[in-house]
């Protein structure tokens, strides 16, 4: 419920964004989640969960990387630290599941989820203050030049199939692999324990993926950009499908999560490469409803897949699609052949 909120709010987001609201969008995402999660330390009923979740689905949609991109975008002129701003956005919201999940889950051990959710609420406010005081000042005057010079756009231009697909086909896989790994892998006699630590590679691989992307060796063309994390992504699933032991499917996830931390670091680099900055924050917002649809559908769609057909030809077809996908994608041709920011601009 929180995902399909996030999906259907991420449209009007990217157009406040456009309009150089990119901060205001994240002080009102931050503080509607900090007491969304106030409040739901008194929640006793399902009710209150469920209200629990559309507010924070919102909230996702106002301070999660949709923002944060739009800011950097129109914030930082130069292209090659614009790239390296977005990949630092990346890279830290990549410490979320590596990090920021095992110690929360420590919080939740050790003091309970109603004291858990009231500390990360002060995370929250704490790290708004800091957005407030150290990173909003400094980026606002690039970011209200940059709404000048973009005003004179006036037609936003329309996201086709061939750029939005890759994402959300990628989303749909990656929600796919994380509903029904582990509980395949225990089916096939694996610990419980075992199966989440080759789950979790699909969220540690996500980091180097995207340390390697802000290297500039994957070339730096639009094509490369949006192929290259499909192949890898295909491959992955390709191995997983086929394995039959840990090691293989360690080695299958692992490059499907290089693939996903590189495919998140494409999308707004893909943008601004095909369209420029002007309607970067709608373009992204009109994607992420895309992902945001695939997050929310993804499991119970793949659950019902898996019943049908089965682990491997399910896993065996997703990776048919993205290398489909990926062909596709590689013969678009941008307005430049390079993406600025990368090893080679």
């Known amino acids: 419920l929180?995902?399909?909120?996030?999906?259907?709010?991420?449209?009007?987001?990217?157009?406040?964004?456009?309009?150089?609201?990119?901060?205001?969008?994240?002080?009102?995402?931050?503080?509607?989640?900090?007491?969304?999660?106030?409040?739901?330390?008194?929640?006793?009923?399902l009710i209150g969960l469920y209200l629990t979740w559309i507010a924070l689905g919102l909230a996702m949609a106002l301070m999660l990387y949709e923002p944060a991109f739009g800011l950097v975008q129109r914030a930082i002129e130069d292209p090659v630290e614009r790239f390296r701003g977005l990949a630092t956005v990346t890279i830290?919201?990549?410490?979320?599941?590596?990090?920021?999940?095992p110690l929360i889950a420590m919080l939740v051990d050790a003091a309970g989820w109603r004291w858990?959710?009231?500390?990360?609420?002060?995370a929250l406010l704490i790290?708004?203050?800091?957005?407030?005081?150290?990173?909003?000042?400094?980026?606002?005057?690039?970011?209200?030049?940059?709404?000048?010079?973009?005003?004179?756009?006036?037609?936003?231009?329309?996201?086709?199939?061939?750029?939005?697909?890759?994402?959300?086909?990628?989303?749909?896989?990656?929600?796919?692999?994380s509903a029904l790994l582990i509980a395949t892998l225990i089916d096939r006699g694996q610990s419980p324990t075992a199966a989440a630590y080759v789950l979790a590679l699909l969220g540690i691989m996500q980091l180097p993926g995207r340390l390697w992307v802000l290297s500039g060796r994957h070339g730096g063309s639009v094509a490369t950009m949006l192929a290259g994390p499909l192949m890898l992504q295909a491959a992955g699933l390709a191995i997983v499908a086929i394995?039959?032991?840990?090691?293989?499917?360690?080695?299958?996830?692992?490059?499907?999560?290089?693939?996903?931390?590189?495919?998140?670091?494409?999308?707004?680099?893909?943008?601004?490469?095909?369209?420029?900055?002007?309607?970067?924050?709608?373009?992204?917002?009109?994607?992420?409803r895309l992902q945001g649809f695939a997050r929310a559908a993804g499991p119970l769609a793949a659950?019902?897949?898996?019943?049908?057909?089965?682990?491997?030809t399910?896993?065996?077809?997703?990776?048919?699609?993205?290398?489909?996908?990926?062909?596709?994608?590689?013969?678009?041709?941008?307005?430049?052949?390079?993406?600025?920011?990368?090893?080679?601009?």
């Open 243 to 288: 394995s039959q032991g840990l090691p293989g499917v360690g080695i299958g996830v692992a490059l499907f999560g290089v693939g996903a931390g590189w495919s998140t670091l494409a999308r707004p680099m893909v943008i601004q490469a095909l369209y420029g900055s002007a309607h970067a924050g709608s373009l992204n917002g009109s994607i992420a």
């Open 127 to 177: 790290g708004a203050v800091v957005m407030e005081t150290l990173a909003f000042p400094a980026l606002r005057d690039h970011a209200d030049s940059a709404q000048e010079s973009d005003s004179i756009t006036p037609v936003r231009p329309r996201v086709p199939w061939r750029v939005g697909a890759p994402f959300a086909l990628s989303t749909l896989a990656a929600m796919a692999l």
């Open 92 to 101: 830290f919201g990549g410490l979320a599941s590596t990090i920021c999940i």
């Open 303 to 312: 659950a019902a897949a898996y019943h049908a057909f089965g682990y491997a």
């Open 314 to 345: 399910l896993f065996g077809t997703l990776a048919i699609l993205l290398a489909a996908l990926a062909a596709v994608a590689a013969l678009i041709k941008p307005r430049s052949a390079v993406i600025a920011g990368s090893g080679q601009a």
């Open 2 to 45: 929180g995902l399909l909120v996030m999906a259907l709010a991420a449209p009007l987001v990217g157009h406040a964004i456009d309009r150089g609201h990119a901060p205001r969008t994240m002080r009102a995402g931050a503080l509607l989640a900090a007491i969304t999660l106030l409040a739901s330390t008194a929640a006793t009923s």
């Open 116 to 122: 858990t959710h009231g500390a990360l609420a002060m």
